[in-house]
């Protein structure tokens, strides 16, 4: 996410808040081709890491990407989608385990 200039990461241990997944990594990026970009290579990772199971929902276009990987769910957002739905807020309870702005 780094390598993409993506903005206020953060990772999530969601396992006592939430029942479907463990962590999230949430992020932001500041055009829609940027948001694209983060997410192709999440699943290029995932795909070298030998995962099989992982899914994409969402589009560069509207704002928020989302890939779920079972245990792990990352979000891939633009800034004002992740401030319209208050994704943080949303997951407050949830312990923060890394913060990179």
């Given at each position: 996410m780094?390598?993409?200039?993506a903005s ?7 396992s ?7 962590y999230?990594?949430v992020c ?7 948001v694209n970009?983060i997410a192709?290579d ?8 030998g995962?099989?199971?992982?899914r994409?929902?969402?589009t560069?276009d509207?704002g ?5 990987d ?10 004002e989608t992740r401030?319209f739905?208050?994704?943080?807020s949303?997951?407050?309870k949830?312990?923060?385990l890394?913060?990179v702005q």
């Open positions: 780094s390598e993409k200039q206020d990461v953060v990772l999530l241990d969601t006592q808040v939430c029942s479907f997944a463990d999230f990594v932001s990026a500041e055009s829609a081709r940027q970009a192709e999440i699943d290029k990772l995932l795909k070298e890491l995962s099989s199971s992982h994409r929902e969402g560069a509207s928020w990407v989302l890939i779920d079972g245990d792990i769910v990352t979000h891939v957002f633009s800034p401030e739905y208050q994704f943080d949303l997951w407050s949830a312990a923060v890394m913060r």
